[in-house]
């Protein structure tokens, strides 16, 4: 009986070793890909820190539904920095609750051509200043659009700031509907901003779901990039970009399939996932909130605790990648 049992053990052992290996793919296929800053990189920005810190403490007042003269504020703080830096500005209504409407802002989608398109959220959760959720990103978002106001990329960018993102998404699905057959002709890319303003170089302070946190750092000191695969020339010019403009910027780059991502819930969460499911390609930067940020949708997530040397390397990085893609339009 036990040499006539071989077989089948030999038979496990195979399938075992069948597992294993497509265990071993499925991880190598998720394991995000670390771009350390650069040892002695000045941090000279064309963007301003002091400027950005004036912008997210302008907007860090809870914005939530619950609130419509608030978010109204934090659309007219928009609204007035866009006109400002030369671009058309439409305000999309978009419905809420209780009868009550926002606004998404949006630079108009240019008449000719292929774009890019800059976003982050205007709106917080109930009780929380969204310092780093979401006025980080739209922080950098308006000081993008002052950097390349004046260049040739200004044709071909478009600035847009969701409302509604806390209640599923709401002004991005809205967005993305509304404009997806000029998408699928035009759009270069899109790039979200997501809570990008909080960094720690704590050993500890960096946590990721399962499986990623086999392979994250451990210290929250760098920018996590994530796109989907076959949209990798979005996150491959961002990185080139960081290179030439702010080289002190560390990355963390994260490009997997859209059968696994699928599966990684936390991957879809903010506003580029309407993208993403319309099969448009988007860039998702983010600073990963809950998993470094203990102030997350928290009434401590207040403007002290971001890191303004950090944003402005991120706008000077998207402002560069602004360039670069919309060299691609040629």
Avoid: C
Avoid at 30 to 54: D, M, N, W
Avoid at 193 to 214: E, Y
Avoid at 268 to 274: C, G, V
């Amino acid at each position: 009986m036990a040499a006539a049992s071989r077989p089948w053990v030999w038979i496990i052992v195979a399938l075992l070793l069948v597992l294993a290996g497509a265990i071993a793919i499925l991880l190598w296929l998720v394991r995000p890909t670390y771009i350390p800053a650069v040892v002695g990189a000045p941090e000279t920005h064309h963007a301003l820190p002091f400027r950005l810190s004036e912008t997210v403490s302008a907007l860090a007042h809870p914005r939530s539904l619950d609130d419509p003269a608030a978010l109204a504020a934090a659309e007219n703080i928009a609204v007035a920095r866009l006109q400002g830096a030369g671009f058309s500005v439409e305000r999309q209504p978009l419905s809420a609750p209780g009868g009550a409407t926002v606004h998404d802002v949006v630079t108009r989608l240019p008449d000719t051509g292929r774009f890019v398109i800059l976003a982050a959220h205007l709106d917080t959760v109930p009780g929380s200043p969204g310092a780093d959720d979401d006025a980080s990103g739209v922080a950098v978002v308006l000081e993008v659009a002052d950097l390349v106001a004046h260049s040739k990329a200004a044709n071909h960018v478009v600035f847009a700031l969701f409302n509604r993102e806390e209640s599923g998404l709401a002004g991005s699905r809205r967005f993305v509907a509304s404009s997806l057959p000029t998408l699928r002709r035009r759009l270069l890319g899109a790039v979200v901003l997501d809570a990008v303003g909080f960094a720690s170089s704590v050993d500890g302070s960096q946590r990721a779901p399962f499986p990623l946190n086999l392979f994250t750092r451990t210290r929250g000191d760098f920018l996590a990039a994530i796109t989907l695969r076959g949209s990798s020339a979005l996150a491959e010019n961002f990185q080139r970009a960081r290179s030439v403009a702010a080289p002190a910027l560390a990355l963390e780059l994260l490009n997997p399939p859209r059968f696994l991502a699928a599966g990684l819930r936390d991957l879809w969460r903010a506003d580029h996932a309407p993208f993403w499911k319309a099969q448009l390609p988007a860039l998702f930067l983010t600073d990963t909130a809950n998993f470094r940020n203990p102030h997350y949708h928290r009434p401590t997530d207040v403007p002290e605790t971001l890191n303004y040397d950090l944003l402005a390397a991120e706008a000077d990085a998207l402002a560069e990648f602004v360039r670069l893609e919309t060299a691609r339009e040629k």
